[in-house]
């Protein structure tokens, strides 16, 4: 299952978080075995990886994707400094 790993920093929202926590819960008492958050995390991000509605999924990354956009539009307005870069090593552009 996790012969092949990389870590990631995943930034949630407190509420995200704690039903995630929730659903570790019960599984935990469901099952009757230790439930890990990693674990839950591990198993959402999987399991929505396979969802046949993309429209819903997508609709959600746009949102997401918008917000980061205001976010560092903002930002850069106030005159903070410059984000840092993405993974590709390159700086965010205001064009894109």
């Known amino acids: 299952m996790l012969e092949n790993k990389t870590k990631v920093l995943l930034i949630l929202s407190q ?3 704690d039903r995630a926590r929730v ?3 019960r599984a935990t008492t469901m099952l009757k075995l230790p439930v890990s958050l ?5 198993a959402l ?3 929505g990886l396979k969802r046949d509605n993309q429209s819903i999924l997508l609709a959600n990354i746009e949102g997401q994707a ?4 205001r976010k560092r539009g903002a930002a ?3 005159g903070a400094p410059p ?3 993405g993974p590709s090593g390159k700086r965010a552009t205001a064009g894109r």
């Not at 918008?66 to 956009?69: F, L, S």
């Open 15 to 17: 509420d995200v978080l």
């Open 23 to 25: 659903l570790a819960g």
């Open 38 to 42: 990693q674990i839950v995390l591990r």
């Open 45 to 47: 991000v999987e399991e």
């Open 66 to 69: 918008r917000a980061v956009r």
């Open 76 to 78: 850069r307005r106030a």
């Open 83 to 85: 984000a840092a870069p």
